[in-house]
Nanobody, 122 residues
């Protein structure tokens, strides 16, 4: 009923790009706001971007202008296009289904994916 599967992580040089994907079950996609969180080593998990069912989006200040969240409702798939990547973007990225539709808190997230690792290094 509730499943999120991320893909697309990898290792790139600073300034590079990656696109993350998250395949969700029909139940999740039809019920929740979808978003991306990330957790760097020794840091707390933080919100990156969320998208509502109406297509409205919200981004963390640290990624505005560089990352774009989007979705393909027909495929129940969430995306995160990441451009101009920086070493500080290195983290495990998690897809999330949240009832609060907010990146400000992990509360409200009912489902998490297992994560996909993004490493930015020269």
């Amino acid at each position: 009923q509730g499943q999120l599967v991320e893909s697309g992580g990898g290792s790139v040089q600073p300034g590079g790009s990656l696109r993350l994907s998250c395949a969700a079950s029909v139940y999740i996609y039809s019920t929740y706001c979808m978003g991306w969180f990330r957790q760097a080593p020794k840091k707390e998990r933080e919100g990156v971007a969320v998208i509502g069912s109406d297509g409205s989006t919200s981004y963390a200040d640290s990624v505005k202008g560089r990352f774009t969240i989007s979705q393909d409702k027909a495929k129940h798939t969430l995306y995160l296009q990441m451009n101009s990547l920086k070493p500080e973007d290195t983290a495990m990225y998690y897809c999330a289904a949240t009832v609060l539709c907010s990146i400000a808190t992990r509360q409200g997230v009912d489902y998490w994916g297992k994560g996909t690792l993004v490493t930015i290094s020269s």
